[in-house]
């Protein structure tokens, strides 16, 4: 993994871990910190030994804080569409990533930091978690994708109301919305919690994990028909060996071995 300024990686036992490190500055995203964000998603995208991936935010005070407004106080409608093009691009790689990405939110998750927690496949939040799409505030609107997703996640009238109001929500409404999958009491909680959950993901076939990303994403996509995808990721994932062992395992009774192909 190549070096970053702003996003601290690390390696352990097939997992890459993603720390966001812009302390002083509440983690914002700034133009840097999502080429890193892309430069990562490439790599993790081709590396065989990265299973996984857990995103977070330095310190306990904010997952992130938003996109960086030092940087978005002075867009024109031309750089403004780009601005969002590229944000939008590099969070459809997260979503669309074959391997599990779950977000660890400690903190404030506000703006492009919510939009970023919602492109992963999961979310797991501390108890002082506080979410909100504050965009509004600076006359605004979420760009990053944020008004497609928050939609998805908890329904129109829900997301209407925290993109109009601009209201923050803390963890427990956010997991009452389907904002969020789990509500820890502590960030080391919560990654155990994330930790947890990606051993029980690695134990399975990886080829089928990617598939259900393909097949769960299609689902939100107006110019695909879901169930036409479900069909042909389906059928992919019997020209595998890993529905060979899978299958045969399960008749042999015993516990398959996967390898991912
Ligand atoms: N972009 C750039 N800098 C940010 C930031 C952002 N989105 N969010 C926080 N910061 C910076 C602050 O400017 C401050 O920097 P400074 O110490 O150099 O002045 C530092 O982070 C600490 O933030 P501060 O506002 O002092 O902390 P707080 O505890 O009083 O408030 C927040 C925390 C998150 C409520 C507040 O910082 C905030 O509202 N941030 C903006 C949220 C937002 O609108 N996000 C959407 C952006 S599109």
């Known amino acids: 993994?190549?070096?970053?300024?702003?996003?601290?990686?690390?390696?352990?036992?097939?997992?890459?871990?993603?720390?966001?490190?812009?302390?002083?500055?509440?983690?914002?995203?700034?133009?840097?910190?999502?080429?890193?964000?892309?430069?990562?998603?490439?790599?993790?995208?081709?590396?065989?030994?990265?299973?996984?991936?857990i995103i977070t935010g330095s310190g306990e005070k904010a997952f992130i804080?938003?996109?960086?407004?030092?940087?978005?106080?002075?867009?024109?409608?031309?750089?403004?569409?780009?601005?969002?093009?590229?944000?939008?691009e590099i969070f459809a790689m997260i979503e669309n990533c074959h391997k599990p990405v779950i977000a660890v939110t400690n903190g404030y998750t506000l703006g492009g930091g919510c939009e970023l927690a919602m492109a992963c496949h999961m979310r797991i939040a501390t108890a002082n978690a506080k979410f909100g799409q504050p965009e509004v505030n600076l006359g605004i609107?979420?760009?990053?994708?944020?008004?497609?997703?928050?939609?998805?996640?908890?329904?129109?009238?829900?997301?209407?109301?925290?993109?109009?109001?601009?209201?923050?929500?803390?963890?427990?409404?956010?997991?009452?919305?389907?904002?969020?999958?789990?509500?820890?009491?502590?960030?080391?909680?919560?990654?155990?919690?994330?930790?947890e959950i990606i051993a029980k993901i690695m134990s399975k076939a990886p080829l089928a994990i990617g598939m259900i990303v393909d097949c769960v994403n299609s689902a939100f996509l107006a110019e695909e028909n879901g169930y036409q995808t479900e069909a042909n990721s389906f059928a992919r994932c019997v020209k595998s060996g890993d529905y060979k062992e899978g299958t045969s395992a399960f008749l042999e009774k015993r516990k398959p071995v996967f390898k991912g192909e």
């Open 65 to 88: 804080a938003g996109a960086d407004i030092s940087e978005i106080a002075s867009l024109n409608e031309v750089n403004a569409r780009k601005f969002a093009e590229n944000g939008q």
């Open 141 to 195: 609107i979420p760009g990053y994708g944020g008004t497609q997703r928050l939609t998805l996640l908890i329904g129109r009238g829900k997301a209407n109301e925290l993109m109009m109001t601009g209201d923050m929500i803390g963890a427990e409404e956010a997991k009452s919305l389907n904002l969020v999958n789990h509500v820890l009491p502590t960030k080391a909680e919560a990654m155990a919690k994330a930790e």
């Open 1 to 53: 993994m190549a070096e970053n300024q702003n996003i601290l990686t690390e390696e352990k036992n097939g997992v890459l871990y993603l720390t966001v490190n812009r302390e002083d500055k509440m983690n914002a995203l700034n133009y840097a910190t999502l080429e890193e964000l892309k430069g990562i998603f490439e790599e993790v995208a081709d590396n065989r030994a990265i299973k996984a991936v």
